[in-house]
């Protein structure tokens, strides 16, 4: 069995996202692991606090060199998010990929066999295929009066409460509808969907013969789960 770990919704560069509290996790999980899947809205260049959109460009970029360059032998795959899912960063991730062996990235999902890595945003989307991820030419930055009106809510911890709007059944019964509507060669043979999204932690919730997992998130306040995932050896890994 190939032994791996996935974890979603770090907002990484926005003020309220919580480093210290999951990064030496991520690092210990990746040192004894096949793969680590980084599940979209790992870095967050609506709300970055970095000067602008080409220095957050510099500092994803560099950190994910960085993370595949430690654990050479774990291969690295990083799926964009709505927050982290635009042409500048694409361009200079697949740079990356060309120049490193051990870091994959991709658009909207990853299949590993049966199981399905995906950010989930694109379940939400009405009409549109879950598996394609159509990539925005820029990144839009909030104004800094925004940010700090967000940041006193985060304080308060008031988004706890619209992510209790995002039950796990809720959200399974969605991603469910969403797949029935993909494309059949696409979604055929899934049995375990890792998304995130919804910033609530959700682990081994079943629901009509499939099984769901949300790593939570980074964010202050809210629970970061990571989670691992067991795939078996010589299954196809597809994008």
């Known amino acids: 069995m190939a032994t791996g770990y996935v974890i979603s919704d770090l907002h990484m560069f926005a003020r309220w ?79 990356l990929s060309d120049e490193t062996e051990n ?27 879950p598996f394609e991820r159509h990539i925005r030419s820029s990144s839009r930055r909030m104004t800094p009066l925004l940010g700090w009106a967000y940041h006193l809510i985060h304080a308060i ?7 209790a709007m995002w039950p796990a059944r809720r959200c399974a019964s969605q991603i469910v509808k969403s797949l029935d509507g993909a494309p059949k060669e696409l979604a055929r043979g899934i049995t375990d969907v890792y998304y995130g999204h919804t910033h609530a932690a959700v682990s ?7 099984t769901f997992h ?16 067991s795939i078996p050896d010589g299954c196809e890994v597809s994008q």
């Open 17 to 95: 996202s919580k480093p210290g509290e999951y990064l030496a996790r991520m690092c210990a999980a990746a040192s004894g692991a096949n793969f680590f899947v980084l599940n979209g809205d790992i870095f967050d260049f609506r709300w970055s606090v970095l000067p602008g959109v080409r220095a957050t460009i510099d500092a994803a970029v560099d950190w994910l060199a960085d993370f595949a360059s430690a654990h050479r032998d774990c291969t690295v795959y990083y799926i964009l998010g709505n927050h982290d899912g635009f042409a500048g960063l694409v361009e200079r991730v697949a740079k």
């Open 103 to 129: 870091f994959e990235w991709r658009p909207a999902y990853l299949r590993m066999g049966g199981v399905l890595f995906t950010h989930g945003d694109l379940f939400w989307a009405v009409g549109h295929n």
């Open 157 to 163: 911890r008031g988004t706890r409460l619209v992510h």
């Open 204 to 210: 081994d919730f079943s629901y009509q013969g499939l």
């Open 214 to 229: 949300n790593t939570g998130s980074g964010i202050r306040g809210l629970r970061c789960n990571l989670c691992e995932v």
